[in-house]
């Protein structure tokens, strides 16, 4: 098969760090540390910092993404940010993050749903999935990812009744974060080799859910849990993982000029292979 020529992706995941007076700053100081045409960077700031980012980021190759958006279009949801408010304040959205599974009590069925709301607003999703420690240590984690990628996109598919999304396909622009809850915040991360599993695990779901094996095969896969610029080499060694979802480490100059230089050793090798596409800037 011809290969699926996946970028690779790092994007930092700033929770609920850093404000507005602040947040342009750190991230031109990221941007500046990690500077490579090879690797696709995204900063996700909270809401309030996503202006501040995006002007201090202007001209530089960083997308700007935001960590989460409501289900619905517009309405009576006090205190919540429609996808459709995001326009021009950011590109990418997070979505279905195992904090907000855990805290706000995200569904797959709202996840599938917000999903379409990122596809309705051009922004690019970050879907992450991901098993609790109970689940891995019966030996469930593998089923348990592909119940919530199925879950998900059968939520998705589900809105196709409203019409089409006006962003075009998840096929175009889905990515997928695998973070296992036990390895989030913990300084503890999986195997490469057992991400790559679940990479393997991921794009056969797409696949059980009626996608193509070109399409399943096409999405990127991140790795993502107490990744650091000395944790990263072990999952960019994988061929199946296409980047990482970083927290923590992600509010680090240093750490993230560490795991970006990382990354883009993989990408020259992966470009020389063949097996990468060019980075296409403002994406
Ligand atoms: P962490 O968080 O790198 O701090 O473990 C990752 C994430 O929650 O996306």
């Avoid at 429609?82 to 021009?88: D, H």
């Avoid at 469930?140 to 199925?150: C, E, I, N, S, Y």
């Avoid at 000395?230 to 923590?248: K, Q, R, S």
Wanted: aromatic share 4%.
């Amino acid at each position: 098969m011809i290969p699926a020529m996946r970028p690779v992706i790092i994007a930092a995941n700033w929770k609920m760090h850093t404000d507005p007076t602040t947040a342009g700053q750190l991230a031109v100081a990221i941007a500046g540390a990690s500077e490579t045409p090879l690797v696709v960077r995204v900063i996700c700031p909270p809401f309030v910092c996503l202006d501040a980012v995006g002007r201090a980021l202007a001209g530089r190759d960083v997308a700007v993404g935001a960590q989460n958006v409501h289900a619905e279009e517009a309405g009576a949801y006090t205190g919540e940010v429609a996808a459709g408010m995001l326009v021009g304040l950011a590109s990418w959205a997070i979505i279905g993050h195992s904090e907000r599974r855990r805290d706000e009590g995200e569904t797959d069925e709202l996840i599938g749903r917000k999903l379409r709301r990122c596809l309705d607003h051009g922004l690019r999703p970050i879907l992450c999935v991901g098993e609790q420690l109970s689940d891995r240590e019966a030996g469930r984690a593998t089923a348990v990812v592909r119940g919530q990628l199925a879950a998900v996109l059968a939520s998705f598919a589900a809105q196709a009744a409203a019409g089409p999304a006006a962003g075009g396909t998840l096929e175009d622009g889905l990515v997928i974060a695998y973070e296992p809850v036990w390895a989030i915040g913990t300084g503890r991360t999986a195997s490469g080799a057992d991400a790559a599993e679940m990479a393997d695990v991921i794009r056969g779901a797409l696949e059980a859910a009626g996608w193509s094996a070109r399409a399943a095969e096409a999405v990127p896969v991140l790795y993502g849990g107490s990744v650091t610029s000395a944790a990263i080499g072990e999952f960019l060694a994988e061929p199946a993982i296409d980047g990482a979802l970083v927290g923590g480490a992600s509010l680090k100059v240093d750490e993230m000029a560490g795991i970006v230089a990382r990354a883009g050793l993989t990408a020259a090798a992966r470009l020389a292979a063949g097996t990468m596409r060019p980075v296409e800037t403002g994406s």
